[in-house]
């Protein structure tokens, strides 16, 4: 099956950026809905950002609308996500999705549309 395999992470101060990246183990893997999922300590899942690829969005969680910004349009499907601004909240472990189909505007935010998913990767926020 197709892994999606995550880079970047790492401990920043507040204020910082970061950039993470996440690529497909196969570059014949096409994806129609791309994104990217969160989660705290002792914290649920939650939405980061999602896209539509050649369609339409980004759509972004209201915690992050403004500061974080998803790409996907390269040829090797890669999916970043790009953090300004970051607060020590954002803290987290960021988990990058995909899905072969388009996901409908109401089931965007659920982790259940997306059947990859990445490895995982560590954000830590602090002074």
């Known amino acids: 099956q197709v892994q999606l395999v995550q880079s970047g992470g790492g401990l920043v101060q507040p204020g910082a950026s970061l950039r993470l990246s996440c690529v497909p183990s196969s570059s014949t893997f096409s994806a129609a809905t791309v994104g990217w999922f969160r989660q705290g300590p002792g914290k649920e899942r939650e939405f980061v950002a999602a896209?539509?690829?050649?369609?339409?969005?980004?759509y972004y969680a209201d915690s992050v609308k403004g500061r974080f910004t998803i790409s996907s349009d390269g040829a090797g499907n890669t999916i970043d996500l790009e953090m300004n601004s970051l607060k020590p909240e954002d803290t987290a472990v960021y988990y990058c999705?995909?899905?072969?189909?388009?996901?409908?505007?109401?089931?965007?935010?659920?982790?259940?549309?997306?059947?990859?998913w990445g490895q995982g990767t560590q954000v830590t926020v602090s002074s």
């Open positions: 999705v995909a899905n072969s189909n388009y996901v409908i505007t109401s089931a965007i935010r659920s982790p259940t549309s997306y059947r990859y």
């Open positions: 896209i539509r690829r050649r369609r339409d969005g980004p």
